[in-house]
């Protein structure tokens, strides 16, 4: 087992469990005794190592005062933490929304807990056992909430395990943004359950937009009712171990999910993503666009599976993942798979490590742009391609701007563009 | 006449693959004259566009080209461009993700650099791009979407006019940019090109049909066959061809009088 | 619809009869006594049972592999034989003639009659029965040409430098378990040298079958194609119909030096066990080639036998230029199991792979592509295409897909694609609508399925791979 583990574990055994969540931890933690420490050879983690973990030591945690940047021009619900600890108020006046510390929560919790997030992951095991931030948010039947509420986490050093837990109810619709950031070498966990019941919506983001020091596993989990619909976008920059699981069930008839993903990766960072859909119900359709820009020695990871259950019949469901590799050090491994089990469904994925198109490039020539510029385009527009189409503008062009500043590192090391 | 060509052809062969498409072309146009190039399917009449531009894939093999006296064939495409030979596609390609707003501002900028002009202020150029898509009957908000993404057909060729009218050419080649229209998307084009005759500009119309040249009147229209222009003359040779097929003027002459028909249709 | 495709499905296997021939059969068990046997027997060199003693150590420490997506009890391999030759094998038969007549009634019973096969298609055949090469005919024409084309056994005899040089080359005796195990107890195989420049006047062909009961059958195929030649390979497999499961662990290695070119292709018909799963062939196979430069192997394959399949024949593109190709056919039906598909390395400079996969899945059937495709930082200028299809024949079947891709140079270009279908109602209807049955209908529509790996195959074997699939489907719908 792990050092790391072992040591993480017992900050548990040693503190007090007479929270709420005691069973459940208790049940996890034996099963995390039943699980085998993740290694090269365990097909999950084929290409991530985990020796990070051990060898680096995490900075000492400082209460360096955090406010998370605004987005311009967009009105939302703001909830921080800095360093696993709450800092901002938490709201109690939108109707028919109730949100409450994971720490505070009781009845509604106990139903999202562990309901939805697999038991196959490990670390979310860990996060089981330790979580200690986090929200739980419980939408009411018919309820639109129409402003976003962004969970904001900035840690600088030390260890966080992050859970927030989130129901959307039946006929409801809500919009969320998971936005994790973080400096210094630094270890966190973070995970976020989903349920979202009949005709219920959501539209949801994660940002893991770490500094390249930092450790961090975590996921986004959901539940898909009868005739829901999810739509999820995520943005992923790499660091010195990132690993991401997404997991949509279709427990309902009719559901309909989306799942955009966009990495752009530079020095030695790891970005590892990992997707899976289980259509356990006919009727349900998915589609997954997921990008990828990997520069410098990066190394970008991707699994994305689409599990079509015996009864699930008239499935749709459609997996794309593209990828530019700038230089020959960077590193791009891709695992697009497919498991059905249902004959009357349609399926595909495709999976492409490649450059530009030539003919996009020659149409731009065409207009007096030069080959650099137009390279440089292509790439951005490659991977703006998914954000310019989200629902929320200012978000888009907040986003865009995060992009563009790191794109901007990368841009020098696109084939056919020379060092300015 | 003593005026200097502006666009000169001579001999030009070029290939696709291992396959002679243009075999010995000769093309002369002066500053703001319109020629016409009709001619049957596999004459060659895209490869010209796509290798006075510098498309990949077409070779040149032999002879030369010269935009207002500069060597066209040795340059790279975006000089080309900015030397003021533009080409309105005839299919228009998708680039989502870069917006149309972005990449004409590029261009425009690359265009002026090459004149020796400072990069237009956005403000300016904003106002020019909107007035633009005014000409062409485009709402403002195509300026904001993935160039040509998810544009109909109709669209995209506007779209060219509108690129055409920002970075003011020398020289147009419009790649049967009538295919596909209904007749007022047809007349939008049109008044796109006849705003933009000002008796310096030329234009090569690329078309299949004389229903165009009714809104854009040639001086001087060429049939191309087999890679060569085997007949000119006026505007009334277009209205002959209309009525006579191509066959009477290419060497492989059609037997079947259905395949002569298509010609013309 | 799927209770008539059910018992549609519920057909014969056609190679399934048992050859009464008297064999000598080693009893089951291994040990380094039984390699020592098996080594003894075969008359070999020294050195030849020093290099199985080696990989029988290693086979020994290694653990079985489990992450295919293949579901089996455990093999026992002290339940297996490791040695059977037919009696009258004792004294080699020097040319047709002597062959036991019984055994050539077999090959006839397969629709390979070798005399007829001679004198018509002009393919050389070597037939491996149970572990004994039984006879290679057209030996003389290919002599002319240079070409070595005999039984592996007799090449350790007569070409032991080459077999030296060239055996476990490609796939190393720890490459895996079951080529370790291989390494360990083959028992014989073809061997295939083509000089250069050389263009084999013929396609050369290999048939297998195991015959006697509890044996397992390891043969062991070693091609060596010289600077700039060319040669087709073609190998078919059956087997007798036995409520035992019985083990099939080959290797074959190839090796395709500057500028030559080899086509292997291979119609599988092991047998596949009966409705209930009972039975049928464990077909472990490890097949590999490397391609020098300007090189090109090309694998074809239509697999519609065994119980379960695992099976991944692989292109080492090591040279500048070079091509590899994987043509496949997966069929699966009643309870079997197939885990197939291909490794592409590339290496070397401006390599190219084709990749083309149909899976056909009915029954209670399981059928999974599995594929690597990997761009090694000297790879510039390389491009991969992958195309797997997927057909489901029925609601209790399962079609899946595990293809990793991975790169790490900027200019080298991988594209997979995959798409999952079934017989749609639409088609079946138009196809009767047209007067078809649809049986008829449905063989027309798998076989337009599988229409651009057939294509690749030598054409005798494009329609044998036909018929086999119209006989797997016979009856696929009421």
């Known amino acids: 087992m ?45 290409y991530t190592p985990l020796a990070c973990l051990e060898r680096t030591s995490v900075a000492e945690p400082t209460n360096d005062a955090f406010t998370a940047e605004s987005i311009e021009g967009l009105e939302c619900i703001e909830i921080v933490f800095v360093n696993g600890k709450l800092v901002s108020e938490l709201t109690d006046n939108i109707p028919g929304v109730s949100i409450s510390l994971l720490s505070e929560s009781k009845e509604s919790a106990q139903n999202l807990f562990q309901k939805v997030k697999p038991e196959h992951h490990v670390f979310g095991l860990v996060n089981d056992v330790l979580a200690s931030a986090g929200v739980v948010i419980d939408v009411d039947e018919s309820v639109v909430v129409d402003t976003p509420i962004r969970l904001v986490h900035w840690q600088n050093g030390g260890e966080s395990h992050v859970r927030h837990l989130v129901r959307v109810g039946k006929g409801a619709s809500l919009a969320v943004i998971e936005e994790y950031r973080g400096d210094n070498p630094l270890v966190a966990t973070q995970y976020a359950e989903y349920q979202l019941e009949d005709d219920a919506k959501l539209n949801h983001y994660r940002f893991a937009l770490h500094t ?55 020095g030695k960072e790891i970005f590892d993503l990992h997707s899976n859909v289980e259509h356990t119900k006919p009727n349900g359709t998915t589609e997954e666009n997921i990008r990828g820009i990997v520069g410098d020695e990066a190394k970008a990871v991707f699994n994305g599976r689409i ?33 059905i089990y249902a004959d009357d469904v349609r399926c595909a994925h495709g999976a492409t490590v490649a450059e530009l198109d030539t003919k996009a490039l020659y149409y731009l020539r065409s207009r007096g742009v030069s080959e650099q510029e137009a390279r440089i385009m292509l790439n951005f527009g490659f991977i703006n391609e998914l954000i310019e189409q989200l629902p929320l503008e200012p978000l888009v062009e907040w986003l865009q701007g995060e992009l563009k500043r790191r794109f901007n590192d990368l841009r020098n090391q696109i084939p056919g563009v020379e060092a300015v | 006449m003593s005026q200097a060509a502006l666009l000169s052809v001579k001999g030009l062969e070029a290939k696709v693959e291992d396959k002679t498409i243009l075999k010995g072309l000769d093309l002369e146009i002066k500053p703001g004259e319109v020629h016409a190039i009709m001619g049957p399917n596999g004459a060659g009449k895209s490869t010209l566009g796509y290798v006075l531009s510098g498309r990949e894939g077409y070779e040149v093999v032999g002879g030369e080209a010269t935009l207002a006296g500069t060597e066209l064939l040795d340059i790279d495409i975006e000089e080309r461009s900015r030397a003021g ?31 020796g002009l400072e990069p237009i202020s956005s403000k300016e150029f904003l106002k020019e791009a909107r007035e633009a898509c005014k000409q062409v009957n485009l709402p403002a908000e195509f300026l904001k979407r993935g160039v040509n993404e998810g544009f109909s057909g109709g669209e995209k060729k506007r779209n060219e006019i509108m ?103 | 619809m799927t209770e008539e495709i059910d018992k549609a499905l519920a057909r014969q296997y056609e190679a399934g009869f048992v050859s009464d021939v008297e064999s000598e059969t080693f009893p089951p068990g291994l040990d380094e006594d ?16 020093e ?78 029965f149970d572990s004994v090469s039984v006879v290679t005919t057209f030996r003389e024409k290919l002599e002319e040409a240079g070409v070595i084309f005999c039984p592996i056994s007799e090449a350790v005899h007569k070409y032991p430098d080459l ?129 020098h430069t300007n090189a090109k192997i090309s694998w074809t394959q239509v697999e519609t036998g065994s119980s379960v399949t695992w099976k991944y024949p692989s292109c080492v593109l090591k040279g500048d230029n070079s091509i590899g190709e994987f043509y496949s056919v997966a069929l699966t039906r009643a309870k079997q199991q197939a885990d197939t598909g291909t490794k592409m390395i590339h290496l070397g400079k401006n390599t190219r792979s084709t990749i083309i996969s149909k899976g056909i899945s009915a029954g209670r059937s399981n059928n999974s592509y599995r594929g690597l495709v990997r761009m090694n930082p000297g790879a510039d200028g390389a491009r991969n295409f992958t195309q797997c299809d997927s057909l489901l024949i029925g609601d209790q079947c399962g079609a899946h897909t595990f293809p990793y891709v991975e790169s790490k140079n900027p200019s080298a270009i991988v594209e997979h694609e995959a798409t999952t279908s079934k017989v749609s109602d639409d088609q079946l209807f138009l196809c009767q609508q047209r007067g078809l049955d649809p049986e008829k209908a449905v063989s027309m529509i798998v076989n337009g399925f599988c229409k651009e790996v057939f294509k690749e195959l030598p054409m005798e074997f494009a329609v044998e791979a036909g018929k086999l699939l119209e006989i797997s489907l016979e009856g696929s719908v009421g």
Not at chain 3, 40 to 48: D, G, I, V
């Open chain 2, 85 to 115: 030979l533009f080409l309105a596609f005839q299919y228009p390609v998708e680039i989502p993700g870069v917006s149309n707003l972005e990449f004409l501002k590029s261009s425009v900028d690359a265009h002026r650099e090459a004149q």
């Open chain 1, 307 to 339: 599990h079509i259950h015996r009864h699930a019949q008239k499935t749709l469901a459609e997996l794309n993942n593209r990828n530019l590799l700038l230089t020959n050090k960077a590193e791009v491994n891709t695992k697009p798979e497919l498991e």
């Open chain 3, 163 to 291: 077999v030296k040089k060239y055996l476990g080359s490609v796939v190393p005796q720890k490459d895996n378990y079951f080529a370790a195990l291989n390494c360990a107890v083959f028992t014989d195989g073809s061997f295939v040298y083509i000089p250069k420049g050389v263009r084999c006047p013929m396609e050369l062909s290999t048939y297998f079958r195991i015959n006697e009961q509890n044996t397992g059958q390891f043969e062991r195929t070693l091609i060596v194609a010289d600077e700039g030649s060319y040669v087709s390979y073609l190998e078919g497999c059956t087997a007798p119909q036995r409520d035992e499961n019985q083990l099939h662990a080959a290797v074959v290695e190839l090796v395709a030096m500057d500028d030559a070119e080899i086509k292997y292709s291979t119609v599988q018909n092991w047998y596949p066990g009966d409705e209930e799963g009972r039975g049928g062939i464990y077909n472990f196979v490890t097949k590999r080639g490397i391609c």
């Open chain 2, 163 to 265: 690129q055409m009218l920002l970075l003011k050419p020398k020289l147009c080649i419009l790649d049967e940019s009538d295919s596909g229209l209904d007749i007022d998307a047809l007349q939008v084009v049109a008044e796109g090109v006849n705003s933009m005759r000002d008796g310096e500009r030329s234009f090569v119309v690329v078309t299949h049909y004389q229903r165009l040249l009714d809104y854009i009147k040639p001086d001087f229209v060429h049939v191309l066959s087999d890679g060569k222009i085997v007949k000119s003359g006026d505007a009334s040779l277009a209205l002959e061809l209309e009525a006579q097929g191509y066959s009477w003027l290419t060497e492989q002459r059609s037997a079947d009088p259905i395949e002569m028909h298509k010609e013309v249709m």
């Open chain 1, 212 to 266: 390249n020091q930092a450790m961090v596993v975590g996921g986004s989990h959901f539940n898909l009712s009868d005739r829901s619909e999810l739509h999820s976008t995520l943005i992923g920059f790499g660091s010195l171990l990132s690993r991401v699981d997404i997991d949509i069930n279709h427990c309902g008839e009719h559901a309909m999910a989306t799942q955009n993903s966009v990495y752009l990766l530079e």
């Open chain 1, 2 to 46: 792990s050092n790391w583990l072992t040591q993480a574990l017992a900050q548990y055994q040693s503190s007090d469990s007479t929270d709420w969540l005691s069973a459940a931890r208790e049940k996890s933690l034996q099963q995390l005794h039943n699980t085998a420490w993740p290694t090269r050879k365990t097909e999950n983690w084929r």
């Open chain 3, 51 to 128: 290099w199985r003693l080696k990989a029988y150590r290693t086979w020994k420490e290694m653990s079985e592999p489990e992450w295919a997506h293949v579901d089996f009890p455990k093999i026992n391999y002290q339940d297996i034989s490791y040695y059977s030759a037919p009696k009258s094998m004792a004294d080699k038969p020097k040319s047709l003639d002597e062959v036991d007549p019984e055994l050539l009634r077999t090959y006839e019973k397969l629709g390979i009659p070798l005399v007829e096969q001679q004198m018509l298609a002009g393919v050389a055949v070597d037939a491996v």
């Open chain 3, 34 to 49: 039984v390699i020592a046997r098996i080594s003894a027997r075969k008359e070999e060199p020294e050195w030849m049972l």
